[in-house]
C-alpha cells in the first residue's frame, strides 16, 4: 500500500464548478504539500500545511492531523486549472523526505 | 532570478550510453535533490544534499551517480544507460528540508533505446 494516496485518479469538471481532492497518508508526517503539474509539464508549490487551513485566491487545502487527510479545494475551477495535482507529505523522523502522491489528473472543461 | 534551471529538457540516449543532467539554482538553498516521475507514480527520490560536499542516496539511486562541488549546482549522471532509465528527471531545491518554498525545474524527459 502506497503510503500517500489521492483520489480520485482523474476528475472532470465544468467550468465554474467546485472541486475536491482527497489526499490521504499512512506514516507520520511534519507537513503536507500540496502541488500542481501543468500539461507542459512544470511542477509549482501550492501549499504547504502543518495544521488547519490555507488559502490562496480560488483554491483552498485543508488538513486533519488527527484523520490524516488532506483536501484540496478549487473554487469556480476555470479550464486553467487543468493540470495534475499532487500531495506530498514529509515524513517525520531523522531523515525528513518528501513522499508523493500518484497525483489527481484535473480536467475543466468550458 | 532564474529559479531552478534544468538542462536538456529532451534527450534519447542508447543503451549503455552516459550523460549527465544539468541543474543549477540561483536562490542559494542548501538542499537539492532529483526526482523521477514514471508514468501513473508518484515522484521518486533519486539523490539529494543537503549542501556543497554532501550527497546522500534516495529511494531509487542505482544506475545513477551526483556531486555537489557548488551550493548552485547538483548534476545527475547515468553511466550505462537503461531502458528502466526512460523517465522524467526533475530536480529540486529548497532553503532546508521540507519548508515552504520547493522550487522544481521544468523536467528532463529521458528516452533509452
Known amino acids: 500500500k502506497n503510503e500517500v494516496e489521492q483520489s480520485p485518479q482523474n476528475l472532470t469538471a465544468q467550468e465554474g464548478e467546485f472541486i475536491t481532492i482527497n489526499c490521504s497518508y499512512s506514516?507520520?508526517?511534519?507537513?503536507l504539500h500540496w502541488l500542481q503539474q501543468h500539461p507542459g509539464g512544470g511542477i509549482v508549490s501550492l501549499f504547504m500545511?502543518?495544521?488547519g487551513k490555507k488559502k490562496h485566491g480560488r483554491l483552498i487545502a485543508t488538513i486533519n492531523i488527527q484523520e490524516k487527510h488532506s483536501s484540496l479545494h478549487i473554487t469556480a475551477s476555470h479550464p486553467r486549472d487543468s493540470a495534475v495535482y499532487i500531495c506530498a507529505v514529509l515524513t517525520q523522523g531523522g531523515s525528513e523526505k518528501l513522499v508523493f502522491g500518484k497525483g489527481t489528473k484535473l480536467t475543466v472543461n468550458p | 532570478n532564474a529559479g531552478v534551471t534544468q538542462t536538456p529538457k529532451f534527450r534519447i540516449l542508447k543503451i549503455g550510453q552516459s550523460m549527465t543532467l544539468q541543474c543549477a539554482q540561483d536562490m542559494n538553498h542548501n538542499y537539492m535533490y532529483w526526482y523521477r516521475q514514471d508514468p501513473g507514480m508518484g515522484l521518486k527520490l533519486i539523490y539529494y544534499s543537503v549542501g556543497a560536499g554532501i550527497t546522500d542516496k534516495g529511494e531509487v539511486p542505482n544506475g545513477y551517480n551526483v556531486s555537489r562541488s557548488t551550493t548552485e549546482d547538483f548534476p545527475l549522471r547515468l553511466e550505462l544507460a537503461a531502458p528502466s532509465q526512460t523517465s522524467v528527471y526533475f530536480c529540486a531545491s529548497s532553503y532546508r528540508t521540507g519548508g515552504n518554498g520547493y522550487t522544481f525545474g521544468s523536467g528532463t524527459r529521458l528516452t533509452v533505446v
Open positions: 500545511l502543518s495544521s
Open positions: 506514516v507520520g508526517i511534519s507537513a
